[in-house]
């Protein structure tokens, strides 16, 4: 079964700084997608970005970027130019190529931002 | 963004009652799904559909079933709630090819 962990609880940054939320992840799989949502206090589930394991370009997503190390199974989420509307619980997903198009989720990393 | 609703979006109720919660969608996608947040576990899968009368099991299936008669309904049934169903319950949906999941709004249930 595939795992995914988020070892950041909580990060802090400060507006208008970068920072990066990590993410890794254990798969035998070789084909895979990997995706960041982001949950605000409202609880909507928000996809950030995706990646798919077999392109070796980094997704963006205007101020969202990812680096994918995929030898390392390493998957993190930088926001550049951070802004008080990016503080939310943040959580990276892993779906196989199985059946079901499940998504496997850790546990989330809470980011505040510092005005 | 995808017309995903849940109902209700909140309830309480008492331990031993039977629950459901709805999920409906207005995409036509293929596959739903049903997960429950909890504080340190972030989403957990309970059981998905991938058609009409098609479920199977997720995660943390116990104490729930699911049924799909509709491709645009899928509930999710707590035959005897207990107080560990106390959670936040999402639905998601996923058509073919990419496969990112859509969610709808939540459904806090409190069970005393």
């Known amino acids: 079964a595939q795992t995914v962990t988020q070892s950041q609880p909580e990060m802090s940054v400060q507006e208008a700084e970068t920072v990066t939320l990590s993410c890794t992840y254990d798969?035998?799989?070789?084909?895979?997608?990997l995706f960041w949502y982001k949950q605000p206090p409202s609880r909507q589930m928000i996809l950030v970005i995706r990646?798919?394991?077999?392109?070796?370009q980094n997704a963006t997503e205007n101020r969202f970027s990812v680096n994918f190390q995929k030898a390392a199974k390493s998957f993190s989420l930088k926001i550049s130019d951070s802004q008080l509307g990016d503080a939310a619980m943040y959580f990276c997903?892993?779906?196989?190529?199985?059946?079901?198009?499940?998504?496997?989720f850790g546990g989330g990393t809470r980011l505040m931002v510092k005005p | 963004d995808a017309g995903i609703t849940q109902s209700p979006r909140h309830k309480v109720t008492e331990t031993g009652t039977p629950v459901t919660l709805r999920c409906h969608q207005t995409?036509?996608?293929?596959?739903m799904y049903w997960y429950r947040q909890d504080p340190g576990h972030g989403l957990r899968l309970i059981h998905y559909?991938?058609?009409?009368?098609?479920?199977d099991k997720g995660e943390v299936s116990d104490g729930y079933s699911v049924s799909r008669s509709k491709t645009e309904d899928f509930l999710l049934t707590l035959e005897s709630a207990t107080s560990s169903q106390t959670s936040v319950y999402f639905c998601?949906?996923?058509?073919?090819?990419?496969?990112?999941?859509?969610f709808g709004p939540g459904t806090r249930l409190t069970v005393t």
């Open positions: 798969t035998s799989e070789s084909d895979y997608y």
């Open positions: 995409e036509n996608h293929r596959y």
């Open positions: 998601a949906i996923s058509g073919t090819g990419a496969g990112e999941q859509y």
């Open positions: 997903a892993y779906r196989g190529r199985g059946a079901g198009n499940m998504l496997t």
């Open positions: 990646q798919e394991a077999y392109k070796q």
């Open positions: 559909s991938y058609g009409v009368k098609d479920t």
